[in-house]
């Protein structure tokens, strides 16, 4: 079993900055490759942002490629979501999620409750 927890949300203005965190309780954290989701007040969740298990490998959805950056740390069972330049479209829930390395959500078998990230115009 894996719990998750995100923090780093909040109300940012355009342009601005934000870091997201995933902490892990897993000894196993290193194993999995882990992903953010995000979903806005009445769309589908969808994908931002995956990394592999030993960090070598990211993926990006286009709409946040060159603006956000995934890392993690696997001595700490930590990923870090880097995002800049936030547009009011990025407005959302984001997800952190446990698993195996690919954009689809049933892909990953663990996920944390969310953290809001309201970008303002």
């Known amino acids: 079993q894996v719990q998750l927890v995100e923090s780093g949300g909040g109300l940012v203005q355009a342009g601005g900055s934000l870091r997201l965190s995933c902490a892990a309780s897993?000894?196993?954290?290193?194993?999995?490759?882990m992903g953010w989701f995000r979903q806005a007040p009445g769309k589908e969740r969808e994908f931002v942002a995956a990394i592999n298990w030993s960090g070598s490998s990211t993926m990006y959805a286009s709409s946040v490629n060159g603006r956000f950056t995934l890392s993690r740390d696997n001595a700490k069972n930590t990923v870090y979501l880097q995002m800049n330049s936030l547009k009011p479209e990025d407005t959302a829930v984001y997800y952190c999620?446990?698993?195996?390395?690919?954009?689809?959500?049933?892909?990953?078998?663990?996920w944390g409750l969310g953290t809001q990230v309201t970008v303002s115009s």
């Open positions: 999620a446990a698993g195996s390395y690919s954009i689809i959500a049933r892909s990953y078998d663990y």
């Open positions: 897993a000894r196993t954290f290193s194993s999995y490759a």
